[in-house]
């Protein structure tokens, strides 16, 4: 025991190795009934050094021996469940298997059932059950469990009040529920919660052994995805400091120096889109190329790491034309795809991630197959998203892959009927109707609108829809930007537009003469 207090306040790893010899010793000398206590010693020592040394073969000796430790505890002992539990879900953050997320959930809900509502260790139980289920959530989807979740969160927060030591990770969880919420259903009112308490939790961090960065990092998601809905760079730039910040406070061999770096590779990306700055893109897609390399197969957040370099790679082919950059691009987004099979909370994104490859090689190589294949994944991944914050991206991108096969197959003499262009003109107007007017988003979705509406005028000369794309085009005038280079070319069709409702009420007046 000694050598194993000695450890934890120095973290030499020599002293918890020679601990574990010793718990072994011991073990070996018990009589098979006698063992549970040295079993378990055993087991958080060798625990103790997975968090370390990050080996499996540790951390599958951790779960045989907590599991030998529950045989020996009748069911109702108190320390039968947690320990077990919490192995089996650092198994799962791991290598995925959710058999082993619902055995730790079953456990969890066993050693909450032990801690009534006035036990000292009820809120720590509620948090871990709350970060199961958090977890179960995104593997299956299921609301109720991220309902639960956040409940659960919010009992532990209320056992955790100003003043006790635990209340700022308490804080963290919930915002962390709170936020996976808003990514679900898109409410900003979970996202500006969600933030509130990152700040909060952040806010009772105080320097030294104790401090965690896990807020910090947090905080900084939460902010990208404000920054996507409000497009305000006080956003954009706090989230990035709030990444380069964090990053230093983790040794590079802990998970959550990648997550970090995960995340500020996101920023800069994002940065670019908006600022065009090549060196923020380099930057960005090195940083993922990083954190892919230390997310093997079978790890938990890979699919989560392609599809990020992938689009990275993506947006750096638009700007150089480097097919190779548009290849891996593609590869890397099958890999996720293949990965997060029907069920999975990630797979409306990896459809559409890889959709928008596929679009971008049929730019290239005009292939039908390629276009047909992104169409398919983006009518999937539009199924998937009824009130996701994705809807809009989802229709807007089917709307416009749609209005290529239509223009395409018409260049090809091989479509004689407007099917195709209706649905897409459908598909533009549910995307508007989530870019209400106001909206600092707006013109891009209404500029496609009413370009779709025209086309269709052109073709058969309905005054309605003359009417309704003069509308939309002159909208859409008053919102560009004054250096776009659609600009000029709205301008030239809204004269057009108007020569022709001129003239059409023109020969309106000349039949009503001739009827007279």
Request: some cysteine.
């Amino acid at each position: 025991m000694y050598l194993q207090v000695r450890f934890n306040k120095s973290s030499n790893k020599e002293d918890l190795d020679e601990a574990i010899g010793y718990y072994r010793e011991i073990l070996d000398s018990r009589p098979s009934g006698d063992s549970k206590y040295s079993t378990t010693n055993l087991a958080n020592a060798v625990f103790a050094r997975y968090e370390l040394s990050r080996s499996m073969d540790d951390l599958n000796e951790v779960i045989k021996l907590y599991e030998d430790a529950v045989i020996s505890h009748p069911r109702g002992h108190p320390g039968r469940s947690n320990n077990l539990a919490k192995a089996l879900q650092a198994r799962f953050n791991r290598l995925g298997n959710l058999g082993d997320l619902q055995k730790a959930i079953e456990y969890h809900y066993e050693a909450l059932d032990l801690r009534p509502p006035n036990h000292p260790g009820r809120s720590r139980t509620l948090s871990k059950l709350s970060n199961a289920l958090l977890a179960r959530y995104e593997q299956t989807s299921k609301m109720r469990d991220l309902d639960e979740a956040i409940e659960c969160s919010r009992d532990a927060l209320e056992l955790r009040p100003p003043g006790n030591l635990d209340r700022s990770s308490a804080l963290n969880n919930l915002a962390t529920a709170t936020f996976a919420r808003f990514e679900q259903l898109g409410r900003m009112e979970d996202l500006t919660a969600a933030i509130t308490f990152y700040r909060e939790a952040l806010a009772l961090q105080t320097p030294g052994p104790s401090y965690r960065p896990f807020p910090l990092g947090n905080l900084a998601s939460a902010l990208l995805a404000l920054y996507e809905r409000s497009g305000d760079m006080k956003d954009l730039n706090e989230a990035i400091e709030r990444q380069d910040e964090s990053l230093p406070r983790y040794s590079p061999d802990h998970p959550g120096y990648f997550n970090s770096l995960n995340n500020l590779a996101s920023g800069l990306h994002m940065r670019y889109m908006r600022l065009g700055s090549p060196e923020d893109l380099n930057q960005a897609i090195n940083h993922y190329f990083e954190v892919l390399k230390h997310c093997p197969r079978r790890q938990l957040y890979r699919p989560r790491c392609l599809n990020n370099l992938a689009n990275a790679l993506l947006t750096r082919y638009k700007q150089s034309s480097n097919k190779e950059d548009l290849k891996s691009a593609i590869n890397h987004h099958r890999e996720a795809l293949d990965i997060c099979r029907p069920g999975h909370v990630g797979r409306s994104n990896c459809l559409q991630n890889l959709a928008v490859s596929l679009i971008a090689h049929f730019d290239v190589f005009d292939s039908m197959d390629d276009l047909e294949e992104a169409i398919s994944y983006l009518r999937e991944a539009l199924i998937l998203r009824p009130l996701h914050p994705g809807r809009f991206i989802s229709l807007d991108d089917l709307a416009t892959a749609i209005f290529i096969r239509f223009n395409k197959l018409h260049e090809m003499d091989e479509m004689d009927e407007m099917g195709d262009l209706d649905e897409a003109i459908e598909f533009h107007r549910e995307a508007l109707a989530l870019r209400p007017p106001g909206h600092w988003a707006r013109f891009e979705p209404l500029r496609k609108l009413a370009f779709a509406i025209v086309d269709r005028y052109k073709r058969l000369h309905s005054e309605d829809d003359l009417n309704e794309a003069i509308l939309y085009v002159r909208e859409a005038i008053e919102l560009c930007p004054p250096d776009d280079i659609d600009l000029q070319l709205l301008i030239d069709v809204d004269a057009c537009l108007t020569g022709d409702l001129e003239q059409s009420h023109h020969e309106l007046d000349e039949d009503s003469t001739v009827i007279e």
